[in-house]
């Protein structure tokens, strides 16, 4: 299933399919964030910002209004 990344749960695994903009797309690549990277999403802000996901072997803090920008496809059990 294909989701936004800001509409993840904590513990959700999923892999980086795409970005809606261009306009952000070389800071998430500069991020780690690149087409069929597996991310893990480790932590939302009580408010719904940041996330904390896991990409590349690092903790990565991202605002909502990034993350909605990348779309993923969440692995199913």
């Known amino acids: ?3 936004r990344l800001s509409e993840l749960e904590p513990g959700t695994r999923a892999v980086i399919r ?3 903009s261009d306009d ?3 800071k ?3 991020m780690g964030c690149i087409p069929g990277e597996a991310i ?3 932590n939302v802000a009580p408010l719904g910002d ?3 996901i896991k990409v590349a072997g690092y903790q990565l803090s991202m605002r909502k209004e990034e993350a909605a920008h990348i779309w993923v496809e969440v692995e199913t059990n």
């Open 1 to 3: 299933m294909t989701k």
């Open 18 to 20: 795409s970005f809606e």
């Open 24 to 26: 952000i797309y070389l």
């Open 28 to 30: 998430l690549m500069e």
């Open 40 to 42: 893990v999403v480790d």
């Open 50 to 52: 940041p996330i904390s």
